[in-house]
Nanobody, 127 residues
Framework: QVQLVESGGGLVQAGGSLRLSCAASGLTFDGYVMGWFRQAPGKEREFVAAISRAGVGTYYSDAVKGRFTISRDNAKNTVYLQMNSLKPEDTAVYYC????????????????????WGQGTQVTVSS
């Protein structure tokens, strides 16, 4: 059974940093594309970042490009999201997701292509 467990969320002031982690189990980790999505109250879940199986390719939404960095450690079955220069509009529940069957990076951006999800971790950025 695939399990994804996020950690590292919390309350931070605008301009601050947080590092999210997602520990995966029950899967062959390096066979999965990993992604981060977020959902703010009253809004739809949106793509934040994704990383290819070997960690060579990284992809970001325009909203976070230049501020967030996704990385993975396949030896530790863990994916990370380093978030810098945080803004109040980054406030959301952040979800880790795993996808086994995505062939093209063009599909990394869509939540429907991810079959496994964590429970989410709250990130709150105060002004």
């Amino acid at each position: 059974q695939v399990q994804l467990v996020e950690s590292g969320g919390g309350l931070v002031q605008a301009g601050g940093s947080l590092r999210l982690s997602c520990a995966a189990s029950g899967l062959t980790f390096d066979g999965y594309v990993m992604g981060w999505f977020r959902q703010a109250p009253g809004k739809e879940r949106e793509f934040v970042a994704a990383i290819s199986r070997a960690g060579v390719g990284t992809y970001y939404s325009d909203a976070v490009k230049g501020r967030f960095t996704i990385s993975r450690d396949n030896a530790k079955n863990t994916v990370y999201l380093q978030m810098n220069s945080l803004k109040p509009e980054d406030t959301a529940v952040y979800y880790c997701a795993a996808a086994a069957l995505i062939a093209s990076s063009a599909n990394y951006y869509y939540s429907r292509n991810y079959g496994n999800w964590g429970q989410g971790t709250q990130v709150t950025v105060s002004s």
